[in-house]
């Protein structure tokens, strides 16, 4: 007899056999390569288009596999399907941004002589996460003259970190007492740069501030940069070192900037792994959303639009695009929380996410009485769960928290916007928004197949 009551399935028991094993172990083992390499929206965007031109996409529409990014920060790409696009779109999006400290236009300060990078975090982070860990820097330093020098430090074999030194629990005493959001000021998120003082040259006067002098000297020479160039710069502090697996059996992957790269990776390979699929498959991916989605790369700019306008003059020029947003279906990918073993009393057990439980469709996000939220149609959910149904795919149904506890938004409703069908849909995290994200593998597993078979569906 059919069980009448819903079940939750977990991935380890349903891809248990040698072959889910490792066809499993091997996604996640590409996965921790791309976390460990793609650590800002522009490596992450650098990273895709690498793995897009290798599948043969490229640059524009002309053929039918294209792709298009906005200041390396943004990236959408197209599979044309055999279907007109009057029929709709099958789109998934994800963003590429993550919760990081962002040194400020003029960062170098020196005090006490110790050489500092003053910062301006950047997203919802628990400041006290970020103190006392090996940081590395990420990023573009812009030229007057115009020429962009990638800046990376701090992750090299024998290559020096950088740090945010804490204060001593001996001196803490009264911060104790604090609350969390006293305790740590935002204004002393300041990186150590440095340590060593200019010598001063021949017959001339020590220069002032000759730590800071030094880490100029030091920039100069490996970047040909001076202060002002560090103006027009965009440099992220972000946990130094790779993605690791974390457990005993392996069982879980550790990194910074799993939200939300494991959806941009995930749907990613589900693009370019998909088998033939009947409709224009694409992909969208998002800077900015950490940060209310604004600005050109975020999702509230209508780059989206202009790649679909641009994809369709090339495609199938007839058709209007308010017919190919009407039809469409997608997925918003984005990651959930998972129940916190030592926290579960923040979660209503029966609608959240457990880790290995598969992909986690969330209907709708938003706060206090669903505000903000777009709250996905029953009819998208049906057609859903029959898709991943006929493959066996472990997925479950989650909501952010207890009600009034939990909540938070995605940019599922700029999608929605246009009057195409969307629900969130991403693995849940352990951590989330901390230096070191946790995702389970068979939960990464489960987006890509999910992700795929959204692709492939007829
Ligand atoms: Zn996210």
């Known amino acids: 007899m059919k069980e009448l009551a819903s079940q939750k399935r977990s991935g380890w028991e349903i891809y248990k056999d040698e072959a889910g094993r490792s066809a499993m172990r091997a996604l996640a083992d590409g996965y921790m390569n791309f976390l460990s390499r793609a650590k800002t ?12 031109e290798a599948a043969g996409f490229r640059a524009g529409f002309e053929g039918g596999r294209g792709f298009v990014h906005l200041h390396g920060k943004a990236l959408f790409a197209a599979r044309r399907g055999r279907r007109s696009l009057a029929e709709g779109l099958r789109l998934i999006s994800a963003h590429t941004d993550s919760p990081r400290l962002d040194l400020k236009q003029h960062p170098l300060i020196e005090q006490v002589g110790v050489g500092q990078a003053k910062t301006h975090y950047y997203g919802g982070l628990r400041k006290y996460q970020w103190f006392a860990r090996p940081l590395a820097l990420h990023g573009v330093v812009v030229k007057a003259g115009g020429e962009a020098l990638p800046i990376c430090l701090g992750e090299g074999q024998g290559e020096p970190v950088f740090t945010i030194a804490d204060l001593l629990p001996h001196l803490a005493h009264d911060d104790a007492k604090k609350t969390l959001a006293d305790a740590f000021e935002a204004e002393k998120l300041n990186i150590i740069l440095g340590h060593e003082p200019a010598l001063a040259e021949e017959g001339q006067e020590a220069p002032k501030e000759a730590v800071k002098a030094r880490i100029l000297e030091l920039l100069h020479e490996r970047y040909g940069i001076c202060e002002d160039d560090l103006i027009s710069a965009e440099i992220e502090a972000v946990p130094a070192g790779e993605a690791r697996y974390v457990g005993l059996d392996r069982g879980i992957v550790g990194g910074y900037g799993q939200d939300d790269r494991i959806c941009v990776y995930t749907a990613l390979r589900a693009l370019l792994d998909a088998d033939d699929p009947e409709y224009t498959s694409c992909v969208i991916f998002w800077d900015k959303e950490e940060i209310g989605s604004e600005g050109s790369t975020g999702a509230s700019s209508r780059f989206f639009e202009y790649c679909v306008q641009d994809m369709a003059s090339a495609w199938e020029p007839q058709t209007p695009f308010r017919r190919i947003m009407m039809h469409t279906k997608a997925l918003s990918g984005d990651v959930h929380a998972a129940v916190d073993p030592d926290w579960q009393d923040r979660h209503e057990m029966k609608n959240s996410a457990f880790f290995g439980s598969g992909i986690a469709f969330c209907k709708f996000t938003g ?17 859903l769960r029959g898709v991943l149904d006929a493959r066996g795919i472990p997925w479950q149904m989650a909501e952010l928290g207890k009600v009034d506890v939990g909540g938070g938004g995605t940019v599922a409703l700029f999608l929605a916007a246009y009057g195409m069908d969307v629900v969130d849909a991403g693995p849940a995290l352990l951590g989330m928004h901390s230096p070191f994200e946790l995702s389970s593998v068979p939960d990464i597993w489960s987006a890509k197949l999910a992700y795929q078979a959204f692709f492939e569906a007829g």
Request: aromatic share 10%; net charge negative; glycine share 10%.
């Open 367 to 383: 706060s206090r009485g669903k505000y903000g939220a777009n709250d996905a149609h029953p009819e998208y959910l049906g057609w």
């Open 41 to 52: 929206e522009r490596e992450t965007v650098a990273a895709a288009m690498e793995q897009l």
